[in-house]
């Protein structure tokens, strides 16, 4: 397949310039039918040019979508995606590292709900990886929030997979769509539950769990007093590859609104550091106000300019992630974003990102 001339070209260094413009574009290129290309792709980074990471991503949408790849090489600045026909069925990719499964499904999730069946997407990296939302997190917080779009899938974690190996495996099984509905999360309610996992694997010992659930208790007590906080200590077993320690904290409020605080042990960090980071995470998500917390804010947009109608969500402040994924989507469908100022009578300040869909409809279903 010979690149179209009338590709539309997408700068990959724009805002923030990382590889969130080549996944938000790519599922856009594939869903749409049109062909794009970026340049200067992830220009700003220590190291510039498609990793591994990138590169995996981008093959696996080229398969689902019956496309071709141009500049498809590690390190390569430049890339054209033409796509065909989006598929069903079976897709594999592998990182052969342990970089993130959770943004393989990021790129891939939006192309396989307009295929014109189900897909079994087989994905292998890390799946607590850094500089990537755990794969907690898009089971526990992404997930039920995507169902409120009519997104329907499910996520088995056959192997978790920790730097530097990776060697983790989740194999998701994903609904198509005729069409995303829109969806409306203005009002936060009140938290009513907070809870979370605290995990070691391989050789770790388990009195790290221990010290990072407690010291995450600790530190959400001294804001909040009157809930439970149920924080499970947890060793990895038989399903982890490699040696690694996390935390992830999830709130709960009266409306369904869900908001996370992560953390991955590192070489030399105490565990109860480890703690600490995700419990201050989670208290500066639950402050803002908003009904999504900073992780979700951006992954949510793809959804937002795709579904039929208009979407409004109340965040904190507008990630630059989020920013440049409105940026993307308005660039390569007809969606249209505004995002305004909202101050509330004790003088907080949210912001309400509305958008009027695209209303992509599946041709395949």
Same mark, same amino acid.
Request: positive net charge; contains cysteine.
């Given at each position: ?34 062909? &794009? ?5 992830? !220009? ?37 995606? !033409? ?14 590292? !342990? ?253 309400? &990102? ?12």
């Amino acid at each position: 397949m010979k690149m179209d001339s009338t590709a539309l070209e997408v700068d990959g260094s724009v805002m923030e310039g990382g590889g969130q413009i080549l996944r938000v574009s790519a599922a856009l290129s594939c869903i749409t039918g049109s062909s &794009i290309k970026i340049t200067k792709v992830r !220009a700003g980074r220590s190291s510039p040019g498609l990793r591994p990471q990138h590169l995996t991503g981008l093959e696996l949408v080229r398969n689902i979508c019956s496309g071709s790849l141009d500049g498809g090489t590690i390190g390569s600045t430049e890339v054209s995606l !033409a796509p065909g026909k989006i598929k069903s069925g079976s897709h594999i990719a592998d990182t052969k590292t !342990a970089g993130s499964v959770v943004l393989l499904l990021q790129v891939a999730l939006p192309c396989a709900l307009y295929a014109d069946a189900s897909s079994e997407l087989c994905l292998k990296g890390g799946t607590n990886a850094e500089m990537a939302p755990q794969i907690d997190y898009t089971v526990k917080v992404f997930k039920p929030i995507l169902e409120k779009f009519g997104v329907h899938f499910d996520c088995n974690i056959k192997m978790r997979g920790y730097f530097p190996k990776g060697g983790g495996e989740i194999v998701v099984t994903v609904n198509p769509v005729k069409e995303l509905s829109p969806v409306t999360m203005t009002d936060r309610g009140k938290i009513t539950k907070i809870y979370g996992r605290a995990f070691v694997a391989g050789v770790l010992p388990f009195k790290l769990a221990k010290d990072m659930s407690a010291a995450a208790v600790r530190t959400i007590r001294r804001e909040i007093k009157d809930l439970y906080i149920n924080i499970q200590p947890l060793q990895e077993k038989e399903k982890a590859r490699g040696n690694g320690n996390g935390i992830i904290i999830i709130a709960e409020s009266s409306t369904g609104c869900l908001f996370a605080g992560s953390a991955l042990g590192k070489k030399g960090v105490y565990a109860d550091k480890v703690g600490i980071e995700a419990a201050e995470m989670l208290l500066m998500n639950m402050r803002n106000n908003g009904c999504v917390d900073d992780f979700l804010q951006d992954q949510l947009i793809i959804f937002m300019a795709l579904a039929k109608g208009t979407s409004r969500i109340r965040t904190g402040a507008v990630t630059l992630h989020t920013q440049t994924a409105i940026h993307i989507a308005e660039q390569l469908t007809q969606a249209k974003f505004s995002i305004t100022k909202s101050e509330d009578e004790l003088s907080n300040v949210t912001y309400i &990102i509305e958008c009027q869909g695209s209303g992509v409809s599946n041709p395949n279903l």
